[in-house]
């Protein structure tokens, strides 16, 4: 068995996360978010127990259901479970212009930072699951250390800088991807 932290052989480059499949207490409310601010579109909801949301027509992103937490509440603080879920955007403008949308929601945020290799918003969504709205900048763009390593970091995102980004053109869209 390998020691951790260490892996046999890499795993394929082309290999990317699918989707996130999230419980939730009220469905209602959850699309609410994901749907009416983030802007997610359903792609199948099923009654008032599951729905399926993306972007650009993939069958899924992101999944929403209530199977086993129908009225339920959030994880206690420091028990284990899912940290955030990542949205990942294009651009800086289109990540420019869910946080507009998600200023305009009356939703605060509970972070923003520079990483170097991408620049992150953390919020909460009504179930108070984790979420980061990032863009990654582009790989020549990334900080390195003499040695060449990756030297990722965090510093504070000017917010008056991404709030005042140019609206993204979503006509330049290419079609479904990953989030």
């Given at each position: ?80 479970g899912l940290y955030h879920t990542a949205i990942l955007y294009p651009t800086r403008a289109a990540l420019a212009d869910a946080f507009r949308r998600v200023v305009s929601a009356g ?73």
């Amino acid at each position: 068995m390998a020691s951790l932290g260490s892996a046999p052989h890499a795993t394929d480059p082309q290999v990317r996360i699918g989707h996130v499949h999230l419980k939730v207490a009220d469905l209602k409310r959850a699309l609410a978010f994901y749907s009416g601010v983030l802007g997610l579109e359903v792609m199948q909801q099923m009654g008032d127990s599951a729905a399926f949301l993306s972007a650009g027509g993939y069958h899924h992103h992101l999944a929403l259901n209530t199977w086993e937490s129908l009225g339920g509440s959030p994880p206690d603080a420091g028990a284990t479970g899912l940290y955030h879920t990542a949205i990942l955007y294009p651009t800086r403008a289109a990540l420019a212009d869910a946080f507009r949308r998600v200023v305009s929601a009356g939703i605060e945020l509970e972070g923003a930072a520079d990483h170097g290799v991408s620049e992150s918003l953390y919020l909460r969504d009504p179930d108070a699951n984790g979420v980061e709205l990032t863009w990654d900048k582009p790989k020549e763009q990334w900080p390195r250390s003499a040695n060449g390593r990756l030297a990722m970091f965090t510093r504070p995102l000017d917010l008056h800088e991404l709030f005042s980004e140019p609206p993204p053109d979503l006509h330049l869209s290419s079609g479904p991807r990953d989030l």
